[in-house]
């Protein structure tokens, strides 16, 4: 069973910084692309960053590009999301991911299967 567990959540001013953790079991890691998602309200999600299996390929929202990087450590299979320079809009619920598969590499949400409960980011001065 594939179980992923997001931390690192919290309160931050305006221009600061957190780095969102997600903790990966029930898969063999490195052979898994991932993703991050965020829910500001509602029941729509949208993406902001993937990565491909060893970390060769990644992709950003618009809205995040040039402040937030995606990376992984395989070797403790864990997932990270390092946010600069947050802004009030980043707020929201992050999510990690996983498609039904290994080897795939996505960007589209319909393609991930497999979800974290969630970390709470609040931005607010």
């Known amino acids: 069973q594939v179980q992923l567990l997001e931390s690192g959540g919290g309160l931050v001013q305006p221009g600061g910084s957190l780095r969102l953790s997600c903790a990966a079991s029930?898969?063999?890691?490195?052979?898994?692309?991932m993703g991050w998602f965020r829910q500001t309200s509602g029941p729509v999600r949208e993406g902001v960053a993937f990565?491909?299996?060893?970390?060769?390929?990644?992709d950003y929202a618009d809205s995040v590009k040039g402040r937030f990087t995606i990376s992984r450590d395989n070797d403790k299979n864990t997932l990270y999301l390092q946010m600069n320079n947050l802004k009030p809009e980043d707020t929201a619920v992050y999510f990690c991911?996983?498609?039904?598969?290994?080897?795939?590499?996505?960007?589209?949400?319909?393609?991930?299967?497999?979800w974290g409960q969630g970390t709470q980011v609040t931005v607010s001065s």
């Open positions: 990565i491909n299996r060893d970390g060769e390929t990644t």
């Open positions: 029930g898969l063999t890691f490195g052979d898994w692309s």
């Open positions: 991911a996983a498609p039904p598969r290994r080897w795939l590499y996505s960007t589209d949400i319909e393609t991930y299967v497999h």
